[in-house]
């Protein structure tokens, strides 16, 4: 079974300051993405990556894959209210099955 | 285009007994996942229909049945209910199977509440 594990599980910053919550597996990812979950609400996807050392950037949010596409990272500059939620990352193994993470939960204090 | 719904969105049942939820996905998708999500075990991975066949299936008992119909709407079934099977149960659309680059819609979730 495939485990990606999320760190930390618990964060609280202040508005403004910088972040990253990390992804990682022992196992290659075929593709991964990054989830956000709001309370009452499903996850809504931010980003898809699917090439080893790829960058993308969603405004203040940047997402990085692993050169060996086993590992991946969220960067959250100047962070915000509206930030604050369940971040999860989620990996195909190429079976077409995703799996979910354990979820990274992020509360932006004003 | 509207989203994925799923109804009823709260529920409460009584152990022993069986329920059945219901997913719409958005128009022209064909796969239907289906998740279990708690706050202890996260989000996990219950079954993948696509074009009204079982695609996937997770590592649930046999009381986690699902079906989906031909016109892509998607039913999970629980049967001799739980303390443990409380939960959200949410369901994703997309066009193609969800392991690949297609985004996966989620819906609202079902809350299900086992007394």
Known sequence: ?110 | KAGVTQTPRYLIKTRGQQVTLSCSPISGHRSVSWYQQTPGQGLQFLFEYFSETQRNKGNFPGRFSGRQFSNSRSEMNVSTLELGDSALYLCASSYRLAGGTDTQYFGPGTRLTVL
Do not use: M
């Open chain 1, 1 to 110: 079974t495939q485990l990606l594990e999320q760190s930390p599980q618990f964060l609280s910053i202040q508005e403004g300051e910088n972040l990253t919550v990390y992804c990682n597996s022992s196992s290659v990812f075929s593709s991964l993405q990054w989830y956000r979950q709001e309370p009452g609400e499903g996850p809504v996807l931010l980003v898809t990556v699917v090439t080893g050392g790829e960058v993308k950037k969603l405004k203040r949010l940047t997402f990085q894959f692993g050169d060996a596409r086993k590992d991946s990272s969220l960067h959250i500059t100047a962070a915000q209210p509206g930030d604050t939620g369940l971040y999860l990352c989620a990996g195909a193994f190429g079976n077409e099955k995703l799996t979910f993470g354990t979820g990274t939960r992020l509360t932006i204090i004003p």
